[in-house]
């Protein structure tokens, strides 16, 4: 059941709901004098700081019903982030007390452009539970939706929070579609399945989005031998697929961007194994496949004006008799050659291909999305993605994005001095490094080798595609759709 939205005028009056969620500086509370007093005194006695994201939990009667303040501290420099967290958090508690209805009231630090938006993704994002495989109680308890959230604006913001709730809600409609597929079971989630999907959307788009794919056949014509080599493994069939969105507007003038997604269906290791925990959510392994369908899902709902483009190769990892094996040499599509060293560093293998079939359009800008390292959880832990880019132009605006949308990530170097280290004997590559340390750079590296001067970003999203427990309460536990929403929101500002 759809939450409901009703943007009201606010007042110092504290809105009369069962959940209010406020946000509060220290000595600045919104409210009028004599609530102020009570609510001061409450946060005195829980020695409330007003630290950024704090949640303090406030219960006291008011006439006949029971009312619930849930206070966010806002700390001293106010970002977006805590009105989009405050809320997810406040839903979940709401979820949790079998409240169905709340209320939000805006601070005025913010610049109302995007508040709206924010809030919208807190309620979506925040609430939202992978519910398809349960049954009995629990499935019922995670399923209870928030019928009502009252959202408390200046009056002449009514119409602008509006927007941003419209936006918000297609924002996190796309993020979900990838939450779903990254928390499918692999044997669900095939390649096929994947296809399937991105058909389903294209009908959906009522041909504004066109879907091309190529089967076994017509990659090994059009020389993928590193994608092919991967699959080669698997019983399920490895498929290539080719998304194109093109604005209803004359888009003669408009860039174009690309956007490879890594989709491994299940990443076993294929024969240099992975070990039991290691493998255990390796279903994840093509949640880059997966936000590049979340963001067509909503491209041509928003209209927006880029022409894009979207390519996944999907396949499974698996050992078998006819798996890949180390020492084996294949040919991608461009004739270099690699090495492979290891079959576990099999995502660089496919993106080489798809990343250089991205090429052949001559994109503007290029983006790939992987879970391609353990390395990059290691430095940057996992809620945070790695960048690497060509282009510190390009990636400034993508970073700004993504700090708008509260994404975290943070830009890493392409040290050339480490290029040696995937260079082969008997071949142009090997795919794992000579060394054992600094694997995330060594495999963007890797990736760099397949692209040409276009400006490239590459986003390791090993760490935040998936939550095994939550930290952040905009993305609860499993798929987290990472990336869907920075992207949609570069995209949007592109041709500005
Ligand atoms: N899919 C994995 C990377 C990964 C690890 C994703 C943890 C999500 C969570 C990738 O294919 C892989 O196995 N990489 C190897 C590379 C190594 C063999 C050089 C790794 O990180 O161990
Ligand atoms: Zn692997
Ligand atoms: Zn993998």
């Not at 079998?98 to 805006?106: A, C, H, Q």
């Amino acid at each position: 059941m759809a939450t409901n939205y009703s943007v009201k005028t606010k007042s110092d009056v504290l809105p009369n709901s069962e959940l209010v969620v406020l946000f509060w500086q220290k000595g600045k509370l919104e409210i009028n004098k004599k609530d102020e007093k009570q609510v001061q005194k409450s946060l005195d006695k829980l020695q409330a700081s007003g630290d950024k994201n704090e949640c303090q939990i406030i219960s006291y009667p008011k006439g006949n019903v029971y009312r619930t303040l849930f206070m966010i501290g806002l700390g001293v420099a106010p970002a977006l982030d805590s009105l989009r967290r405050g809320v997810a958090a406040g839903i979940q508690h709401a979820k949790q007390n079998s409240i169905r209805e709340i209320s939000v009231v805006v601070p005025e630090v913010f610049e109302y452009e995007n508040v709206g938006k924010a809030i919208t993704e807190g309620v979506e994002l925040g609430g939202y539970s992978f519910t398809k495989y349960l049954s009995g109680h629990e499935k019922t308890e995670r399923l209870k939706a928030i019928k009502n959230v009252y959202v408390y604006v200046k009056k002449e913001k009514v119409s602008e929070v509006n927007k941003g709730i419209k936006i918000g809600k297609e924002f996190s409609r796309a993020t979900i579609l990838a939450r779903d597929l990254v928390n499918e079971p692999a044997a669900h989630a095939t390649p096929q399945a994947l296809l399937e999907k991105a058909r389903e959307i294209g009908r959906e788009s009522k041909g504004q989005i066109l879907v091309e794919y190529y089967d076994r056949k017509e990659c090994w014509s059009r020389g993928m031998g590193a994608f092919l080599a991967v699959a080669q493994g698997s019983v399920h069939e490895p498929v290539f697929v080719h998304l194109v969105y093109q604005p209803i507007e004359n888009s003669k003038d408009m860039p174009t961007i690309a956007l490879v997604g890594k989709g491994i269906t299940f990443d076993s290791g294929g024969l240099n194994i992975k070990t039991g925990d290691g493998m255990e959510t390796m279903k994840i392994d093509m949640a880059g496949a997966a936000t590049v369908l979340g963001i067509f899902s909503a491209l041509a709902k928003l209209q927006l004006p880029v022409k894009v483009h979207g390519y996944m190769a999907l396949c499974e990892n698996m050992p078998s008799g006819n798996a890949i094996k180390p020492g084996d040499i294949v040919k991608t599509e461009s004739g270099k050659t690699i090495e492979i060293r290891n079959t576990d560093a099999e995502g660089r293998l496919t993106l080489a291909d798809a990343l250089l079939e991205a090429q052949k359009i001559k994109p503007d800008y290029l983006i790939d999305l992987a879970t391609l390292t353990g390395a990059c959880v290691v430095s940057l832990g996992e809620d945070v993605a790695g960048v690497f880019s060509n282009n510190d132009e390009f990636s400034e605006k993508f970073m700004k994005a993504a700090d708008d949308c509260g994404e975290q990530m943070w830009r890493l170097p392409l040290v050339e001095d480490y290029k040696p280290l995937i260079k082969s004997y008997v071949a142009d590559l090997r795919n794992i490094s000579t060394k054992r340390y600094g694997g995330a750079i060594t495999a963007a590296l890797f990736l760099q080798e397949f692209v040409d001067k276009t400006p490239w970003i590459h986003v390791d999203i090993a760490g935040p595609s998936y939550a095994e427990q939550q930290v952040n309460p905009v993305m609860p536990p499993g798929g987290s759709g990472f990336g869907v929403r920075t992207i949609l929101q570069l995209i949007e500002n592109l041709p500005k």
